[in-house]
């Protein structure tokens, strides 16, 4: 096979991976999109509407209390605030400790999103810098009508000659190919989990809409 032949074929293989990488990018971008819907949802819905409910039944709670006559009761009542405020403080510490949890995996998905950014930046200034070196050489042919292929480039003159070169960048392109494919199978796995995280929160509010009409 001549080298132009392989240089076309392993065009091909890299602008296959591409296109794979990117649609893959694509799903993941659209997967985060759902994910980030039903946690909008999660927790100002099913949350701010989960407290409300027990800041209301406690309300219902101490309004029962105040209406008790009776001496024995009254005394009765007085422990079962108690007990009532005990089961609060215990909820308030589950809680808390729920809090502090996310409070530490949110520090996680930040600090991934800067290596996630550092990644794109890296890759930036290396593109940048590989459109000034083509701007260079550009500017050299205009001026010199010299072919010679990338004579300011040393490291691209080793590439040229080095006859692994092809086959090098064809494995390192089925690599990433089929990397990106089990990304791909990834990202359907995180949209079965977020529909169902969905089905969660559709019964969580379910249990939490049963509530308020209970109490009204």
Do not use: C, W
Not at 5 to 14: G, V, W
Not at 89 to 96: F, G, W
Not at 100 to 123: C, F, G, P, W, Y
Not at 160 to 175: H, M, W
Request: no cysteine.
């Amino acid at each position: 096979m001549s080298e132009r032949r392989k240089i076309k074929d392993a065009e091909r293989l890299a602008n296959d991976v591409k296109a794979e990488a990117y649609q893959t990018r694509s799903l993941l971008e659209q997967t985060a999109a759902q994910l980030q819907a039903v946690a909008s949802k999660i927790f100002l819905g099913d949350r701010q509407m989960a407290n409300q409910v027990t800041a209301m039944i406690t309300q219902e709670f101490i309004l029962l209390s105040e209406d008790i006559t009776d001496e024995t009761n009254i005394i009765s009542s007085l422990d079962h605030k108690t007990a009532l405020r005990k089961k609060l403080l215990e909820h308030r510490a589950y809680l808390n400790e729920r809090l502090i949890e996310i409070n530490d995996l949110q520090a996680q998905i930040l600090n991934l999103m800067i290596v996630v950014n550092k990644t794109r930046s890296a890759a930036n200034r290396a593109t940048a810098k590989f459109n000034q070196e083509l701007d260079d050489e550009l500017k050299r042919l205009a001026k010199t009508a010299d072919f010679k292929p990338f004579t300011q480039a040393k490291k691209i003159n080793q590439l040229l000659v080095d006859p692994q070169f092809i086959d090098g960048i064809n494995a390192n392109s089925k690599q990433q190919l089929q990397k990106s494919k089990q990304q791909k199978r990834t990202a359907d796995k995180l949209t079965k989990q977020i529909e169902n995280l969905q089905n969660q929160s559709h019964q969580t509010r379910q249990v939490i809409d049963t509530t308020l009409k209970n109490i009204n």
